[in-house]
Protein backbone atom coordinates (compact mmCIF):
# COMPACT_ATOMS: atom_id res chain seq x y z
CA UNK A 1 0.00 0.00 0.00
CA UNK A 2 1.45 3.17 -0.93
CA UNK A 3 1.27 6.10 1.13
CA UNK A 4 1.22 9.94 0.33
CA UNK A 5 1.66 13.24 2.34
CA UNK A 6 1.24 16.27 0.80
CA UNK A 7 2.56 19.44 2.75
CA UNK A 8 3.89 22.80 1.63
CA UNK A 9 -0.53 24.26 1.65
CA UNK A 10 -1.75 27.62 2.75
CA UNK A 11 -2.69 31.15 2.51
CA UNK A 12 -1.33 33.97 -0.16
CA UNK A 13 -2.22 36.58 -1.46
CA UNK A 14 -3.30 36.55 -5.55
CA UNK A 15 -0.10 36.95 -7.39
CA UNK A 16 1.74 34.84 -4.98
CA UNK A 17 3.52 31.70 -4.58
CA UNK A 18 3.90 28.28 -2.66
CA UNK A 19 5.42 24.86 -3.37
CA UNK A 20 3.24 21.40 -2.38
CA UNK A 21 5.43 18.41 -2.14
CA UNK A 22 4.13 14.90 -2.08
CA UNK A 23 6.10 12.39 -0.09
CA UNK A 24 5.79 8.63 -0.97
CA UNK A 25 6.54 5.83 0.88
CA UNK A 26 8.05 4.11 -1.86
CA UNK A 27 9.85 4.78 -4.72
CA UNK A 28 8.31 7.08 -6.65
CA UNK A 29 10.00 5.44 -10.14
CA UNK A 30 7.78 2.44 -9.70
CA UNK A 31 4.88 4.47 -10.49
CA UNK A 32 3.38 4.85 -14.09
CA UNK A 33 2.63 8.29 -12.79
CA UNK A 34 2.48 11.04 -10.46
CA UNK A 35 -0.11 13.81 -10.26
CA UNK A 36 -1.94 16.87 -8.58
CA UNK A 37 -5.53 16.91 -8.22
CA UNK A 38 -7.51 19.79 -6.98
CA UNK A 39 -11.25 20.23 -5.55
CA UNK A 40 -12.85 23.25 -4.78
CA UNK A 41 -16.10 23.59 -2.90
CA UNK A 42 -18.78 22.64 -4.96
CA UNK A 43 -16.58 21.18 -7.59
CA UNK A 44 -15.61 17.92 -8.80
CA UNK A 45 -12.04 17.24 -8.55
CA UNK A 46 -10.06 18.00 -11.42
CA UNK A 47 -6.60 17.03 -12.77
CA UNK A 48 -3.96 19.98 -12.11
CA UNK A 49 -0.31 18.80 -13.62
CA UNK A 50 0.77 15.19 -14.10
CA UNK A 51 4.29 13.50 -14.60
CA UNK A 52 4.46 10.28 -16.08
CA UNK A 53 7.41 7.67 -15.80
CA UNK A 54 8.73 8.72 -18.92
CA UNK A 55 9.25 12.46 -17.45
CA UNK A 56 6.64 13.68 -20.07
CA UNK A 57 4.43 15.55 -18.31
CA UNK A 58 0.62 17.39 -18.76
CA UNK A 59 -1.50 20.16 -16.96
CA UNK A 60 -4.66 21.71 -16.84
CA UNK A 61 -5.18 24.69 -19.86
CA UNK A 62 -6.23 26.59 -16.50
CA UNK A 63 -2.59 26.13 -14.59
CA UNK A 64 -0.36 26.49 -17.79
CA UNK A 65 2.48 28.68 -17.67
CA UNK A 66 1.77 29.13 -13.80
CA UNK A 67 2.25 25.46 -12.48
CA UNK A 68 5.37 23.07 -12.87
CA UNK A 69 5.26 19.40 -11.46
CA UNK A 70 8.95 18.26 -10.50
CA UNK A 71 9.82 15.23 -9.21
CA UNK A 72 12.90 13.97 -6.91
CA UNK A 73 13.78 10.16 -7.25
CA UNK A 74 16.16 10.24 -4.66
CA UNK A 75 13.68 11.72 -2.26
CA UNK A 76 10.56 10.17 -3.51
CA UNK A 77 9.08 13.29 -3.70
CA UNK A 78 6.89 15.04 -6.25
CA UNK A 79 6.37 19.21 -6.27
CA UNK A 80 4.16 21.18 -7.41
CA UNK A 81 5.43 24.72 -7.65
CA UNK A 82 2.29 27.13 -8.26
CA UNK A 83 3.31 31.03 -9.23
CA UNK A 84 1.09 33.76 -9.97
CA UNK A 85 -2.09 32.13 -7.93
CA UNK A 86 -5.14 33.50 -8.38
CA UNK A 87 -8.35 33.17 -6.56
CA UNK A 88 -9.76 30.64 -8.62
CA UNK A 89 -7.12 28.06 -7.56
CA UNK A 90 -8.32 28.30 -3.57
CA UNK A 91 -8.95 24.34 -3.41
CA UNK A 92 -7.91 21.28 -1.64
CA UNK A 93 -4.73 19.94 -3.19
CA UNK A 94 -4.27 15.93 -3.74
CA UNK A 95 -1.68 13.68 -4.37
CA UNK A 96 -1.89 10.50 -6.96
CA UNK A 97 0.06 8.05 -7.63
CA UNK A 98 -0.58 5.21 -9.98
CA UNK A 99 1.09 2.26 -10.18
CA UNK A 100 -0.02 -1.12 -12.22
CA UNK A 101 -3.61 0.44 -12.83
CA UNK A 102 -3.87 0.89 -9.03
CA UNK A 103 -4.82 4.55 -7.59
CA UNK A 104 -3.10 5.70 -4.33
CA UNK A 105 -4.35 9.03 -3.41
CA UNK A 106 -2.82 11.72 -0.29
CA UNK A 107 -5.26 13.36 2.45
CA UNK A 108 -4.82 16.82 0.95
CA UNK A 109 -3.72 20.14 1.22
CA UNK A 110 -5.55 23.39 1.64
CA UNK A 111 -4.38 26.63 -0.57
CA UNK A 112 -6.18 29.17 -0.24
CA UNK A 113 -6.48 32.21 -2.75
CA UNK A 114 -7.04 36.15 -1.54
CA UNK A 115 -7.67 38.67 -4.13
Known amino acids: QVQLVESGGGLVQAGGSLRLSCAAS????????MGWYRQAPGKQRESVAI???????NYANSVKGRFTIARDNAENTVYLQMNSLKPEDTAVYYC?????????WGQGTQVSVSS
Open 96 to 104: KAVRQLRNY
Open 26 to 33: ESIFSMNS
Open 51 to 57: IFNSGVT
